[in-house]
């Protein structure tokens, strides 16, 4: 993730659905076009709902991991 610099990182471990798509939700809206939104999630759901709701929302998945139970995407702001 060396080439990407994150804007804002949302932590919301520990959260279950479907509060770690509202609180992501929230804060794309809360960023510029450009910046990029680190989410830090246990809720294995997102692995399904990130994706989707980047595709819905107009929104670029850069990057996603999982590493000991904890993901992390990396969403660029694109609208």
């Not at 809720?43 to 904890?70: F, H, M, N, Y």
Request: hydrophobic residues 35%; neutral net charge.
């Amino acid at each position: 993730m060396s080439s990407m610099r994150v804007t804002t990182t949302l932590d919301t471990s520990g959260k279950c659905c479907p509060m770690p798509m509202v609180e992501t939700n929230k804060a794309i809206k809360a960023l510029a076009v450009g910046d990029v939104l680190e989410i830090v999630a246990t809720d294995v759901g997102t692995l399904k709902d990130i994706p989707s709701w980047c595709e819905r929302t107009g929104q670029t998945l850069l990057a996603s991991s999982e590493e000991d139970k904890v993901l992390r995407f990396y969403v660029r702001k694109d609208r």
